[in-house]
């Protein structure tokens, strides 16, 4: 099942206070950037963000799932209300990426 448009309006409206969100639509689903470093997408309407350490220590209990059959498992984020917190996340996953 792939994103709907509203779905993907949902979650950047939760991001809304990370600065340099962008996205790009590929097969349906909507890959996620932050002044242009990948650090995950919506797929089948949900949050996923790559799993980097960085991110996975300010999640705490961390929950994996797969984008599609066949992808890496990327950290689900189920808890989108708290926008600092996904700001946090989100900025910490980037900065772990870009120094890769």
């Known amino acids: 099942m792939a994103t709907t448009k509203d779905q993907l309006l949902y979650i950047l409206d939760r991001l809304g206070e990370t600065q340099g969100i962008t996205y790009k639509r590929m097969m349906g689903e909507y890959l996620l950037y932050k002044d242009g470093t ?49 700001k946090s996340i989100v900025e910490a996953a980037c900065e772990a990426l870009s120094q890769k």
Do not use: C, H, Q, S
């Open 38 to 86: 990948l650090f995950g997408g919506v797929y089948d309407g949900r949050l996923l963000i790559k799993p980097v350490k960085a991110a996975v220590d300010i999640m705490g209990e961390a929950r994996f799932e797969l984008p599609y059959p066949g992808a890496k498992p990327m950290l689900l984020i189920t808890e989108t209300n708290d926008r600092a917190a996904l």
